[in-house]
């Protein structure tokens, strides 16, 4: 594992399309997302790795800042990450556990506390993930995604008290620019498959 580096920048981008095609959506954006994400100013070098295995990198992790606000408008720094990608013939057999587990003793180290997310919890929660509503985080509009979920860095950076999350602005990807880039690469088949309908539901539930 190594922080990513210009010259694996195509190489990432082509591991998160494969990573994710068809997954979540006919096609996908996450390539997109890699994209877009490394000009941003909320994104952090730092925590850019990639998963090298005899000089082929099959698997990366970015992150970007986001923040928690309280209900007396005190804020907090905090992190989020996405994708993790896997090369499709490497998945399952402990590289994005890897990829988390360093990332997250080097934001640590770099003084985070807190890490938010949204994913699957089947993927996230063998790695210290809860639901948001544990920890009274919640959305603007006072909802808690099934798929929002949190780790503490720190035991006891989160204090009780009602947070309301705001990711990075990087996040908002216009589907028809990420479709728009998706065209200028080599062609892939959209397919629709179970794992889209799993997450729709899974994004569109909430957790009382």
């Known amino acids: 594992m190594r922080n990513e580096q210009p010259a694996d920048y195509a190489a990432v981008e082509e591991v998160t399309r494969k990573a994710f095609y068809n997954m979540y959506i006919p096609g996908c954006v996450e390539h997109y997302l890699v994209h877009i994400m490394r000009?941003?100013?909320?994104?952090?070098?730092?925590?850019?790795?990639?998963?090298?295995?005899?000089g082929q990198?099959?698997?990366n992790i970015m992150y970007t800042k986001a923040r928690l606000v309280d209900e007396n408008d005190a804020e907090k720094?905090?992190?989020?990450?996405?994708?993790?990608?896997?090369?499709p013939e490497y998945q399952r057999k402990g590289y994005g556990k890897m990829l988390m587990e360093h990332s997250f003793d080097r934001a640590?180290?770099?003084?985070?506390?807190?890490?938010?997310?949204?994913?699957?919890?089947?993927?996230?929660v063998s790695r210290g993930f809860v639901s948001c509503r544990k920890y009274?985080?919640?959305l603007e509009n006072g909802k808690c995604p099934s798929a929002m979920m949190v780790k503490e860095l720190v035991p006891g950076a989160l204090d009780g008290r009602k947070w309301i999350y705001y990711d990075s602005p990087v996040m908002a990807i216009s589907e028809e620019d990420a479709q728009k880039y998706d065209d200028?690469?080599?062609k892939m088949e959209k397919r629709h498959q179970s794992s889209q309908e799993e997450f729709y539901i899974m994004s569109h539930s909430n957790v009382e």
């Open 39 to 54: 000009g941003h100013e909320d994104f952090i070098p730092e925590l850019d790795f990639v998963a090298e295995l005899d």
């Open 57 to 59: 990198i099959i698997g």
């Open 77 to 87: 720094p905090i992190l989020t990450f996405g994708p993790v990608s896997i090369l």
């Open 108 to 124: 640590a180290a770099m003084g985070y506390d807190v890490i938010v997310i949204f994913g699957s919890p089947a993927n996230y």
């Open 136 to 138: 009274n985080i919640f």
């Open 184 to 186: 200028t690469l080599e």
